[in-house]
C-alpha cells in the first residue's frame, strides 16, 4: 500500500505565506511525478504545481511567481512554498504522485486533502 501523507494548511492573512508538505511512503518503487492540486467549494480540482523526478515544474497561470514546488527525493517528499497569498487561494490542497510500485506497475495516488484558508 502506497500512503500520502499531507501537513501544513492552515489560516493565514492576505499577504501572507504557508509552506506545504507532502510525504509518500509504503511498497515504493520509483516516483514519477509528484504535485499539488486544489478544489475550491463547488469547483473542481485544479492542477496548482508539478515537479518530475528530475526536477521539471509546471505551474497554473494563477500562482506563478507566488508559489514554488519543490521535492526531496530522498525523502519522497513533495513541498509547496505559498507566497503572497489571496482569498481565492482558499481551497483544499491534494497532493498527487504518479509512481511506480514495481518495475511495470505505474499508478496514482492522491492525499487525504489539507485545507487553506485566506482570509482577514
Known amino acids: 500500500q502506497v500512503q500520502l501523507v499531507e501537513s501544513g494548511g492552515g489560516l493565514v492573512q492576505p499577504g501572507g505565506s504557508l509552506r506545504l508538505s507532502c510525504a509518500a511512503s509504503?511498497?515504493?518503487?520509483?516516483?514519477?511525478?509528484m504535485g499539488w492540486y486544489r478544489q475550491a467549494p463547488g469547483k473542481q480540482r485544479d492542477l496548482v504545481a508539478t515537479i518530475t523526478s528530475g526536477g521539471r515544474t509546471n505551474y497554473a497561470d494563477s500562482v506563478k511567481g507566488r508559489f514554488t514546488i519543490s521535492r526531496d527525493n530522498a525523502k519522497n517528499t513533495v513541498y509547496l512554498q505559498m507566497n503572497s497569498l489571496k482569498p481565492e487561494d482558499t481551497a483544499v490542497y491534494y497532493c498527487?504522485?504518479?509512481?511506480?510500485?514495481?518495475?511495470?506497475?505505474?499508478?496514482?495516488?492522491w492525499g487525504q486533502g489539507t485545507q487553506v484558508t485566506v482570509s482577514s
Open positions: 509504503g511498497s515504493i518503487f520509483a516516483i514519477n511525478a
Open positions: 498527487h504522485s504518479d509512481l511506480y510500485t514495481n518495475p511495470l506497475v505505474k499508478s496514482q495516488y
